[in-house]
């Protein structure tokens, strides 16, 4: 089993910044990519960013230039997804959900942590 658990969410005004982590730990090898999607009420949830396994990354139109992904994989127990993000907009309020991808072995997600963007 995977457990994926993120912090550092929560309210900032247009135009900050605030940094994403998603600490993985349990079962994670094998894995295909690792991403954040969010997703707003009476939306579907929608890919943000991901990195494979290979460090290939890859930005929704809406966050490019604005978003940064990045993995920490140095130690053996525990992978750390970050998404940093800035020039933050209100358009970018949403419940941010972190992903390991295992192909075949599984797909796993985060609890989510709530980002809010407003004065």
């Known amino acids: 089993q995977v457990q994926l658990v993120e912090s550092g969410g929560g309210l900032v005004q247009p135009g900050g910044s605030l940094r994403l982590s998603c600490a993985a730990s349990g079962s994670i090898f094998s894995i295909v990519s690792m991403g954040w999607y969010r997703q707003t009420p009476g939306k579907q949830r929608e890919l943000v960013a991901s990195?494979?396994?290979?460090?290939?990354?890859?930005?929704?139109d809406s966050v490019k230039g604005r978003f940064t992904i990045s993995r920490d994989n140095t130690k053996s127990t525990e992978n750390t997804l970050y998404l940093q993000m800035n020039r933050l907009k209100p358009e970018d309020t949403a419940f941010y959900y972190c992903n390991l991808d295992r192909g075949w072995l599984g797909i796993y997600w985060g609890q989510g942590t709530q980002v809010t963007v407003s004065s």
């Open positions: 990195i494979t396994s290979g460090g290939t990354r890859n930005y929704a």
